[in-house]
């Protein structure tokens, strides 16, 4: 059935392997972030068994909650990157094994459900460096000792950590001087409580470049990878990471019609489906395609058709209409057309039930 994707297991693998590469060059442990395939669980398994890999990762717990027996298992930790709502406390325990936290309310709640169940939950207290999304304000030193004195009070909670989050919301740049002040931080919580912390996460796939170039600040000792894993893209400065590829998820979409019509619509112009101005560019008469696939399942501005004579003329909720004119292959309804995806396309790919998946590997 299509539309699908073709996941390929050994392309994500090879990319993981690299990912474990630049991490062990870092001196950081190696988190997985799941949650662009929405944590398909045959990648899941694939990132457990990897020996390198010490956290599996997703910013929702149903997502989680997929993989767990798997992850643990294979002896290592699931994590909640999202910092979790009041209502969901009783899942995340059961589920989480390290999760993200930035609100003492929250904490409180997971430390009375730990209790419940028995367990002690671990957490990494989240500081924002500037990027403006999750954490303590970095400049809020009552309120991050604060918060420090009242998490080692708890009697379920273990402080695994700190960690910051970047390149998300203000789309700051991870340097040596930002990521340095999260080390400082460390230091000063364990100098001043006697404690160790395990963990010193210092971001996603935008904070990967500094490591060959030698500037990740000694004292970060984790990394958490989707983006860099996923499609082998260093997300600070929009590089391609070495010897990785980024076609190891494909979308393939079938033809359900193909004529000869021109390329400018006949009539007054209005707007489309959602509720665009449209703009269109006279090709004269065209070869047309429409592929069984559409706004509700994917993001028309993150694909590329492998064939790279194929144009992307628009689409609606569930068609993309192409133009095939200049391609050298003679298309036919009922031919597959295969895109390579982007962060935001993969993304909407895997959230839709209509995609199917199948894998390689
Ligand atoms: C999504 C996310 C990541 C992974 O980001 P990538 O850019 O895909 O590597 C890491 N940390 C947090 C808190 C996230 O939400």
Known sequence: MYPRLVI?????????????????????????????????????????????????????????????????????????????????????????DLCFNSELSTIRLLNAEAKKQGKVQNILLMIDLGDLREGIFFKNEDLIYEAVEEILKMENICLYGIGVNLTCYGAIIPKNENLSILVEWAKKIEDKYDIKLQMVSGGNSSSVYLVDKGELP??????????????????????????????????QAQIVELKEKPSLPIGEVGVDAFGQKPYYEDRGIIKRAIIAVGKQDTDLGSMTPVDEKIDILGGSSDHTILDVTKSDKNYQVGDVVEFKLGYGGVLKNATSEYVERVYIG
Not at 28 to 36: A, E, G, I, N, R
Not at 235 to 249: F, H, I, S
């Open 8 to 96: 390929d297991l050994n392309k994500l693998k090879s990319n993981l392997d690299e990912m474990a590469a630049i991490t062990k060059r870092g001196n950081c442990s190696l988190m997985v972030v799941t949650k662009v395939l929405c944590a398909d669980v045959e990648m899941a398994k694939m990132i457990a068994a990897h020996p390198d890999v010490k956290y599996v990762a997703d910013s929702r717990v149903k997502n989680i909650a997929k993989y767990a027996d798997i992850v643990r298992g294979a002896g290592k930790m699931t994590t909640l990157l999202r910092i979790p709502m009041h209502s969901e406390i009783e899942d995340v325990v059961k589920y989480v």
């Open 218 to 251: 000694e004292g970060i000792n984790n990394l958490r990878l989707g983006e860099s894993f996923v499609l082998g893209n260093d997300t600070a400065y929009e590089t391609k990471l070495p010897r990785t590829t980024d076609d190891t998820v494909i979308l």
